[in-house]
């Protein structure tokens, strides 16, 4: 009488084919590691070492390019615009919570009267702290014809898109590693299929055979 059916058992550890691509599997003596195997595992490795490599010249690149133009920008306003002094016309409008942390970082838009760079007196909409009376001075930034313009641009500003530029510059060289070595494994894995229908082409007939 038979004796009663021994459990199941996990296969052996070496059955297991790893699937991360720098495994030493891909390296090491196998009689199931392909060639292909082998360069998948090279260009896994390659990439691992040369996209942080680009990447971060990349960034760099990107962030000094960024910071230089900002920076001639920021001369050529500062050389074009000229900060005037300005007459409220009106009172400003007072903030529901006066001397409250949101009142210190209100703003609201008011018209102003100012004199222009040539000399004529003009009239337009700046934005205030709140509570100012009609007749108070403010100031206001303005360009060689005399319109209202934006102060320029400060250091803190032209540092924040600089590392702005150079974050997307890292991120963007490191997804295309990422395609690159996706469309790889796509490649060498219709190459081992193909392979494998070659192989079972020359096998499968004689396991196919009847006695």
């Known amino acids: 009488m038979p004796g009663p059916v021994p459990p199941d058992q996990p296969p052996p550890a070496s059955w297991h084919r790893p699937e991360h691509p720098l495994s030493l599997w891909r390296w090491r003596g196998n009689p199931l590691c392909r060639r292909t195997d082998r360069i998948q595992g090279w260009i896994a490795l390659g990439l691992l070492v040369l996209v942080p490599c ?28 000229y900060f005037t002094p300005a007459v409220l016309v009106h009172d400003a409008p007072r903030h529901p919570e006066p001397g409250s942390p949101e009142a210190r970082h209100t703003r609201y838009p008011v018209t102003v009267r100012y004199t222009d760079p040539l000399g004529h007196e003009r009239t337009a909409r700046t934005e205030v702290e ?39 510059a890292f991120a963007a060289v490191t ?17 081992n299929s193909a392979e494998w229908d070659e192989a079972w082409a020359r096998t499968g007939p004689r396991w196919s055979r009847f006695p």
């Open 54 to 81: 680009l990447a971060a010249a990349t960034a760099t690149t990107a962030r000094d390019t960024v910071r230089d133009h900002y920076r001639a920008v920021a001369e050529h306003q500062a050389r074009s615009r």
């Open 130 to 168: 709140p509570g100012l009376r009609g007749g108070s001075t403010t100031g206001l930034w303005v360009d060689a014809a005399g319109s209202p313009a934006r102060p320029p641009m400060p250091a803190a500003e032209i540092r924040s898109r600089a590392l702005g530029w150079a974050l997307l």
């Open 175 to 191: 997804v295309a590693g990422i395609a690159v070595y996706d469309g790889c494994c796509r490649i060498l894995l219709r190459r």
